[in-house]
């Protein structure tokens, strides 16, 4: 089915359970994925771009504390914060990236910086930092990432002396967007804390352009959530598109391709959301439920949390 412009996101995947969420808590994660899709879907209804529609997502996602990114991060081993994000177009295949961002109220923004005033694609800790005063962005504070429900999945954390890399009811994934404008453009955008309690320093999937972020004209847009090592070591974003572009396989063959059968084989869970250069968006996850919203021109917002 061919649409106009289209736009989906994600808010992270895992052991999201119907039986352990309350109606109320639902309904406040439904409304909050539905409010940061209307950022996207009205700037795509004026006829903005892509990544104009992306980065607004990204943005509103970044500033609500239910979501793994921005304000309401977890934290790293040593009780601090480390962001990542990644923005690209799939006109020009323009990417731009942050990562270990330790300042940075809105990651994604400075990607987007990174991209469009820099000579580089991925800038990292004290480089990004020195890149957005030069531009005029002005740093928050470490703390202003935090909350007291991360700080105490922290401490959970090293009591049991081990990193979290599942997203349950009560433990938020990456975040990100894909949309298609009504130029045909594509673009994808993605934003994480990482992991609770990570070693300092490591550096998932989300900024990693063709691993977790990619976006190109020729094929799809898709921004990941989940084990970002294992989707690392799959390359899963680039793979995605390059099965629909080399392999003549459709949007919705390739997600099942990589999301539902090779992550599997090295015990990869998460999922993605992607859309095309026609159609609706697509979703694919391998595990109990993913937060995710889409829309398209001319149809109401889908809001989704659990497999079913």
Not at 97 to 110: E, F, K, M, T
């Amino acid at each position: 089915m061919k649409t106009e412009w289209a736009i989906a996101l994600h808010g992270g995947a895992g052991t999201i359970l119907r039986e352990t969420m309350s109606a109320e808590r639902e309904a406040t994660y439904r409304e909050a994925l539905a409010a940061a899709l209307s950022r996207g879907s009205d700037i795509l209804e004026r006829g903005g771009s892509s990544a104009d529609a992306v980065e607004a997502v990204v943005n509103a996602l970044e500033d609500d504390s239910l979501f793994n990114a921005g304000h309401g991060a977890v934290l790293t081993a040593d009780g601090a914060f480390e962001l990542d994000a990644a923005i690209m177009r799939g006109g020009d295949l323009a990417a731009g990236a942050v990562a270990g961002v330790v300042d940075i109220r809105n990651p994604v923004s400075l990607a987007r910086q990174v991209m469009e005033r820099s000579q580089h694609v991925l800038l990292a800790g004290d480089g990004a930092s020195r890149f957005a005063r030069e531009l005029g962005i002005e740093p928050v504070s470490n703390d202003y990432f935090e909350t007291e429900y991360r700080r105490k999945q922290l401490i959970q954390a090293q009591a049991k002396n081990e990193v979290s890399l599942d997203h349950n009811d009560r433990k938020f994934g990456t975040v990100g967007a894909v949309a298609r404008d009504r130029a045909g453009d594509l673009a994808a955008a993605t934003s994480t804390g990482g992991m609770t309690n990570k070693r300092p320093g490591r550096i998932g999937d989300s900024p990693l352009i063709g691993a977790g972020t990619y976006a190109s004209n020729r094929s799809c847009a898709v921004s990941a959530t989940g084990h970002g090592e294992m989707f690392i070591r799959l390359t899963v974003a680039r793979d995605i598109a390059a099965l629909m572009e080399y392999a003549g396989l459709s949007l919705e063959a390739a997600v099942d391709r990589k999301v539902m059968r090779e992550l599997p084989e090295i015990d990869g869970r998460g999922g993605v959301i992607a859309v095309s250069r026609e159609g609706r968006p697509v979703f694919g996850f391998n595990t109990p439920g993913m937060y995710r919203a889409a829309q398209w021109e001319g149809a109401d917002v889908e809001v989704g949390i659990y497999a079913d």
